[in-house]
Structure formats: C-alpha cells, structure tokens
C-alpha cells in the first residue's frame, strides 16, 4: 500500500459581507472598552462597595452619602455603560452602511477624552464640595462630557449617512440611541449649571430624577 501526498488546501481567505477594512482594522473599541473596566473599577463598583461597608459598618457619612451617590451613578451611566456602547458603536455601526467610511483616529481619541474627564471632574467637583474649585469643576464636567457626547453623535451621524442603507429597522435604533446620549449629556449639563448656580453639594432632585 503506497502513501500519497494530500493535495495541499488552499488557505482560507476573509471574505464576505464583512471585508477588511482600514477602520476594523484599528480596533478602535478597544480603547473605549478598558476605559470602561477603569472606570468600573475606581468612580464605579469600587466606589459603592466603599460606601456599603461604611452604611454597614454603622458609619455616619451624611452628606458623603449623596456626593458619592450621584458621582458613582454617573460614572456607570454615562462611563461604564457609556464607554463601552460608545467604543462598540465605532465598530459596529459602520457596518450597518456596507462599510462605510470612518475617520479616526482623532474622533474617537477626542470622544475618550471628553468623557473621561468630564467623568473625573464630577466626581471631584462634587466630593470635595468644600473646596472653592468645587464649582467650576462641576460646569467644566458637564460642558466636557456634552462635547464627549456631540463628538460622538456628530461621528456616527456622518457614518449613517454616508454607505449603503441596510434596509433594516435597526438604524432607527442607532439614530434613537444617539438622541438619548444627547439628551442624557445635555441633562447632565442642566445638573451641573444648577448646582453650581445654588452653591449645592447635590443635584436638584427634579433633574436629577429626569436623568436617572
């Protein structure tokens, strides 16, 4: 019995509906996905696993409750939760329109940016209310996480409208994610105007419920 040599296999090439392309190949939600871990870890999960152990422990953190409350729920919201969508969205939407353009790397690098800090600076601004920067703080966070926020409304927009449609329901979805962010930031900004208008440590509950 002779052996014979297999026919060699050609290689498997990419291909499909979903090709290479210049933006995939970026991965640009990488990025967008640590920063979130990161923000779950510090300002996020970590933060209300502090504040329980002291509730727990028979601790009066009084006002610290609220400051810490609010900072931690929107560093989920819009860092966490934010983040990763944000970062997913960059690379998923463009395949929505056949591959359509995207820019990078400055969008998403000023998208991560923006939130990142707008982030931050709440939960400065807010924790250490005492402190005369506590104030501008709090603007500069909400001014910074809209920008975050339009930059990324502006990107993915321009992304929907250019390609092939889909023909699908599903950009109605993407286009009424986008207005959500947009309303949510905006909401924000409302917060932080008002509390730094009133000198307050907290958020006026009436806005506040509506961002919640």
């Given at each position: 019995?002779?052996?014979?040599?297999?026919?060699?296999?050609?290689?498997?090439?990419?291909?499909?509906?979903?090709?290479?392309t210049?933006?995939?190949q970026?991965?640009?939600?990488?990025?967008?996905?640590?920063?979130?871990?990161?923000?779950?870890?510090?300002?996020?999960f970590t933060?209300?696993?502090?504040?329980?152990?002291?509730?727990?422990?028979?601790?009066t953190?009084?006002?610290?409750?609220?400051?810490?409350l609010?900072?931690?729920?929107?560093?989920?919201l819009?860092?966490?939760?934010?983040?990763?969508?944000?970062?997913?969205?960059?690379?998923?939407?463009?395949?929505?329109r056949?591959?359509?353009?995207?820019?990078?790397?400055?969008p998403?690098?000023?998208?991560?940016?923006?939130?990142?800090?707008?982030?931050?600076?709440?939960?400065?601004?807010?924790i250490?209310?005492?402190?005369?920067?506590?104030?501008?703080?709090?603007?500069?966070?909400?001014?910074t996480?809209?920008?975050g926020?339009?930059?990324?409304?502006?990107?993915?927009?321009?992304?929907l409208?250019?390609?092939?449609?889909?023909?699908?329901?599903?950009?109605?979805?993407?286009?009424?994610?986008?207005?959500?962010?947009?309303?949510?930031?905006?909401?924000?900004?409302?917060i932080?105007?008002?509390?730094?208008?009133?000198?307050?440590?907290?958020?006026?509950?009436r806005?506040?419920?509506?961002?919640?």
């Amino acid at each position: 019995m002779t052996n014979r040599l297999e026919p060699a296999q050609p290689r498997l090439r990419r291909s499909g509906r979903y090709a290479v392309t210049p933006w995939a190949q970026q991965h640009l939600y990488r990025p967008f996905v640590k920063a979130a871990i990161v923000v779950a870890l510090t300002l996020g999960f970590t933060t209300a696993v502090v504040i329980l152990i002291l509730v727990a422990s028979g601790q009066t953190i009084g006002l610290a409750w609220s400051t810490y409350l609010q900072s931690h729920g929107v560093a989920q919201l819009l860092g966490w939760a934010g983040l990763f969508v944000t970062g997913v969205a960059m690379h998923v939407v463009p395949r929505f329109r056949g591959d359509a353009p995207i820019r990078f790397p400055w969008p998403q690098r000023a998208i991560l940016t923006l939130i990142l800090a707008g982030i931050t600076l709440r939960a400065l601004g807010q924790i250490a209310h005492e402190s005369p920067t506590s104030e501008p703080l709090l603007i500069a966070s909400g001014l910074t996480l809209l920008a975050g926020y339009a930059t990324f409304a502006l990107t993915l927009a321009s992304v929907l409208r250019g390609g092939r449609p889909s023909g699908t329901p599903v950009e109605r979805w993407i286009w009424t994610g986008i207005t959500w962010a947009l309303v949510a930031a905006t909401l924000h900004l409302a917060i932080t105007i008002q509390m730094a208008i009133d000198h307050s440590p907290v958020a006026p509950a009436r806005l506040n419920q509506a961002f919640v």
